[in-house]
């Protein structure tokens, strides 16, 4: 073990170059303009799967490609799949980053880029963890099945059609997934639990152009006021989401859960700092910590319609529409929260507007088997390689691929985050700091050694 150690730890610095050259591939998948991009992207993983020492091949799909890789050794050995994802979100705005999103620069121990911690980053530490351990040892304590997609950040659907035609080739005993965080700075984290999502499009057709709002006005509803009606109605003034039997298949935490979790530090502060917002708000009896991976929610993600440029201008306008997330916890179907979100909105639809409701893929919330041998193994290496133990902690962000993990696949999956909250996923100045990335190759080494070691029994 202490030789895979030193291995990395001497090698810190080209670990990083190589993250660099990863992150300068803009493999935006959500833009189609970037296809290109997502291709030398796969191309880029399964050179860096190879150069670890695993065997690897490039799956097309209908949308962007699938990496994976493996490195099998012995069948009585456990089998460990990992996934990642190299695609990235848009880096837009990109007038509000400090240096170019696609040109990875370091400042202050962190490393800016697009993807640097939502996942090339966090993902790049397995390879890197892997090819340490051949390059010491020319094999590694488990077997390894490493599968990289391009598709998480854009809703891809054809993952799931890929675990259910490659099951024998997946077959696994546990998953590891790092694309999650720690608890708080240098306090690692074993996320136990995630929320699920379900996502939306709501878009109103009024008058069939744009009208003067002197002319018309008053007399012709107008789809902004009914979209932002319907939308106001979504949530009270205690923060209770007011859909119909929305709460129905909630199941709350228990006394034991809602303990553990107020005795985790917390510094309304700091949370406050992190996001540069003024004051906390949320649904009423719930602490900061639950509302935001607990209970489930309900938010407009963006809306859009009528006039918005400089100054004013006088319309009823044609069109409006909004993009509505809810995060879901357990039990809570996603199915019948997008029904009674649509029937929520569409009974306010006054007359004389189309409404028209598109729905996104979504998930179901997950949670961890908090006695399982898995995930003490997993705790040893985290402690290892942090020096501290790592917290037993639900996240709020959604990871649709440990569902399918465990739906087509039937295994659990470890979600171990080496990245912080505050790192800016999904917005400009992503980063990671490299003490981080560092200590995730520590750990992500030590995690194959604790595996190893766990009875396939269990
Ligand atoms: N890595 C994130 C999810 C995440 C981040 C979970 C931090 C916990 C802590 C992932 O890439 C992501 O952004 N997921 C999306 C899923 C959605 C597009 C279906 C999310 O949570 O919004
Ligand atoms: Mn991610
Ligand atoms: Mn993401």
Known sequence: MQQVLDFLRNRQQTSVDELCEFLRIPSISADSAYSDSMQSCAAWVRNSMEAAGLRATIYPTDGHPIVYGELLRDPSLPTVLIYGHYDVQPPDPLELWTTPAFEPTERDGRLYARGATDDKGQLFTHLKSI????????????NIKFLIEGEEECGGIHLD???EQHQEMLRADVAVVSDTSQYGDGIPAITCGLRG?????????GPDHDLHSGIYGGSIANPLNALTAMCGALID??????????????IDLTDEERQGYSELPFSVEGFLADTGSADIFGEEGWSTLERRTARPTCDINGISGGYAGEGPKTIVPSRAMAKITCRLVPDMKPEKILD??????RSRCPAGIQFEFHRYHGCEAFVFDPTSEWLNAARRAVAAAFGQEPVLFREGGSIPVVLSFKQILGVDTLLLGWGRNSDNLHSPNEHIHLQDFHRGTLASACLWQELASVSLAD
Request: hydrophobic fraction near 50%; glycine fraction near 6%.
């Open 161 to 163: 059609a890929f675990l």
């Open 237 to 250: 003034s205690a923060g209770r989401i007011q859909i119909p039997g929305f709460y129905e298949d909630v």
């Open 197 to 205: 999502i379900v996502a939306a499009e709501v878009r109103l057709r």
């Open 131 to 142: 090819e340490a351990w051949t390059q010491t040892h020319g094999e590694l304590p488990v």
């Open 340 to 345: 009674s979100l649509e029937e929520f909105l």
